[in-house]
């Protein structure tokens, strides 16, 4: 089965001194839920952002279903995070003056074309068939990162990722919005998804752990939801 992630020898440096990412190199199948923790700085987010197209490596190569998008153009990169990308943040970036109908067929109008039929589904399957007409302002953060999941799944992405989608929710709300992730990855969704919480980094499949811009541990979760991990593969930091 061909991976959908590929990143060889990715090093991100800011300044020109410093390697953020230092030399960074993991595939990642269809199907499976990694999860991405390391310590504040250790580049996560960095990683992320390379792999979503919203930043470039310095050197080494990110490639998506085959394609190595570290070349890209802009626009290239635009239409590529378009066609393939669901995008979810701890922050929620929905449109203030929208409804939550609106903010997710804003999503599908970037995309193709709009179907509000559609956007109401998704946005059932996260349990917010009662809350289409109200605005960001008039709706929980649970539901407002609930929203930001619909407007990520409306266009079928291949991959979703997540750069700490429970950071701002309380515990019942995490339990949520993760319950929903678990349905996604039993429907088959690749998932990749930073975290600080230890709890989360047990689910899914795969957990990376980076220090310092590399790879310290790739772990398995080899029975899903019981916690017991074992080494996907010695890494040598
Ligand atoms: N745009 C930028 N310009 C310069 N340095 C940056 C930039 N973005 C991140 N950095 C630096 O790169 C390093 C890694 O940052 P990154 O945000 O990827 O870490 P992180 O692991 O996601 O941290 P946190 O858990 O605090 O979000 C940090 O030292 C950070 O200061």
Not at 4 to 31: C, E, M
Not at 119 to 136: C, F, N, S, T
Request: hydrophobic share 40%; net charge negative.
């Amino acid at each position: 089965m061909q991976e959908i992630i590929v990143a060889k020898d990715l090093i991100k440096s800011y300044d020109g001194t410093q390697n953020v990412l230092d030399g960074l190199d993991f595939a990642i199948r269809p199907g499976e839920w990694t999860n991405i923790m390391g310590p504040s700085g250790s580049g996560k987010t960095t990683l992320l952002n390379i792999v979503s197209g919203l930043d470039k490596p310095t050197s080494g190569s990110i490639s998506i279903n085959g394609v190595d998008i570290s070349r890209h153009s802009e626009n290239e990169l635009a239409r590529f995070r378009r066609e393939n990308l669901g995008l979810v943040f701890q922050q929620y970036h929905l449109m203030t003056f929208l409804t939550a109908l609106e903010n997710v067929m804003l999503a599908q109008h970037f995309h193709s074309v709009v179907d509000e039929t559609e956007a109401k589904d998704v946005l059932a399957k996260v349990g917010l068939g009662h809350r289409l007409h109200h605005r960001p302002a008039h709706m929980s953060g649970g539901e407002q990162q609930r929203v930001c999941i619909a407007r990520a799944l409306v266009n079928r992405p291949k991959l979703l990722l997540a750069d700490e989608p429970t950071g701002n929710l309380d515990q019942k709300n995490s339990k949520i919005v993760l319950d929903i992730f678990k349905e996604l990855h039993a429907e088959g969704h690749t998932i990749v998804m930073v975290t600080h919480a230890e709890e989360i980094g047990k689910m899914g499949d795969r957990l990376l752990r980076l220090l310092d811009g590399r790879i310290i541990a790739d772990i398995c979760n080899s029975d899903r939801g019981s916690g017991e991990q074992h080494y996907c593969k010695a890494v040598n930091a």
